[in-house]
């Protein structure tokens, strides 16, 4: 997936309400920009951390500025959490996940309890399989991905929504897109989130796919590059 271009790289002051980051550009300009995570961002939100930045012409955005990458234990690390629905999208069109090769795919299906799924894969020769995409980029120990870095109440309804699509005779994955390079494992958060952690650990047995992936990380392209085994 290509990144907006040209990025524009400086250094973080602060992000506040979630939404909204203040940081000094290379050129000495002062900008806002809008932070497309909903997370905590641990490790990802230091004063001082270099940070990449898109910027639009759109008229209609109050923020031209969003941020897209952040410079954190000696590389790049995504954080705009639209991005993994984009770089699945194209690894489905071109194959490069095997075990989510030969389907067609329809994004934001209305399923469950009021949800959508993020894609809808279908075959005529396969069950319809429902793929849940969930960004990952919290690292804090030795090359081990975790999620997620607070509480995720919403992703852990996801999970029952897939074992759901299991028990009716479909096949049910979710996909963990780990936006760095550094993680050979990952692993579900279970101190900062024990019910999340526990809702995979059931959603597993009940026969829901669990599926990692990392990217291959620059400040022109982002791709799906390998998959990295979960640790329960």
């Known amino acids: 997936m290509d990144l907006p271009q040209p990025l524009s790289r400086g ?8 939404f909204f980051a203040d940081v000094i550009l290379d050129d000495g300009r002062g900008v806002t920009a809008h932070v497309p995570n909903p997370g905590a961002m641990l490790g990802l939100k230091d004063a001082g951390m270099g940070v990449w930045l898109s910027f639009s012409d759109d008229p209609k955005r109050k923020l031209p500025w969003t941020l897209q990458l952040v410079e954190a234990d ?19 069109t071109k194959g490069t996940i095997p075990e989510l090769a030969g389907y067609s795919a329809r994004p934001e299906v ?5 949800s959508r799924i993020d894609f809808l894969l279908t075959d005529p020769e396969r ?14 120990e030795g090359t081990l991905a975790e999620f997620p870095d607070c509480v995720a109440a919403r992703s852990a309804k996801h999970l029952r929504e897939l074992e759901a699509m299991v028990a009716r005779g479909d096949r049910a994955v979710v996909l963990f897109v ?32 669990v599926l990692v992936y990392a990217c291959a990380m620059g400040t022109e392209r982002i791709a799906i590059d390998r998959r990295i085994p979960w640790r329960r």
Do not use: I
Request: hydrophobic content about 35%; aromatic content about 8%.
């Open 11 to 18: 250094q973080l002051v602060s992000r506040y309400k979630r």
């Open 74 to 92: 000696g590389g790049l690390v995504g954080v705009n959490t639209m991005t993994p629905n984009r770089l699945v999208a194209e690894a489905l």
């Open 110 to 114: 209305k399923y469950g309890e009021a």
């Open 127 to 140: 069950p319809s399989c429902w793929l849940e995409v969930k960004n990952c980029h919290y690292r804090r």
């Open 178 to 209: 780990v936006q760095r390079t550094d993680c050979e494992a990952f692993s579900a958060c279970h101190d900062l989130d024990p019910v999340f952690a526990n809702a995979l650990d059931r959603a597993a047995d009940a026969g829901v796919e």
